[in-house]
């Protein structure tokens, strides 16, 4: 099993940057295997994508924050990045994190999510 911790949310003025980690504790090879993934969810909206990273890939984004956001990972430090450049208010949002298994992208873990608030 793994479990995930995000952190590193916080308060940010409109073109302002926050960098957010996800933490993964428990199987560190299921880590590394995992295709890992941020997700949002703002007041009154659904959860949406944001990012992926593969264990061993290239990230890709959502259309909305491609060119601003980019998603890392460590897996020495089983630990991924979200590093958010040019916010705007319209990222304000909980921000999850969550491990899919690769071969059929089962959702093995979420954590709690971290809030990210753009004033303007």
């Known amino acids: 099993q793994v479990q995930l911790v995000e952190s590193g949310g916080g308060l940010v003025q409109t073109g302002g940057s926050l960098r957010l980690s996800c933490a993964a504790s428990g199987s560190g090879v299921i880590f590394r295997l995992s295709t890992m993934q941020w997700y949002r969810q703002a007041p009154g909206k659904q959860r949406e994508f944001v990012a992926a990273i593969p264990g061993g890939g290239s990230p890709n984004y959502a259309d909305s924050v491609k060119g601003r956001f980019t998603a890392s990972r460590d897996n020495g430090k089983n630990t991924m990045y979200l590093q958010m450049n040019s916010l705007k208010p319209e990222d304000t949002a909980v921000y999850y994190c969550?491990?899919?298994?690769?071969?059929?992208?089962?959702?093995?873990?979420w954590g709690q999510g971290t809030q990210v608030t753009v004033s303007s």
């Open positions: 969550a491990a899919r298994r690769i071969n059929d992208n089962t959702f093995l873990a």
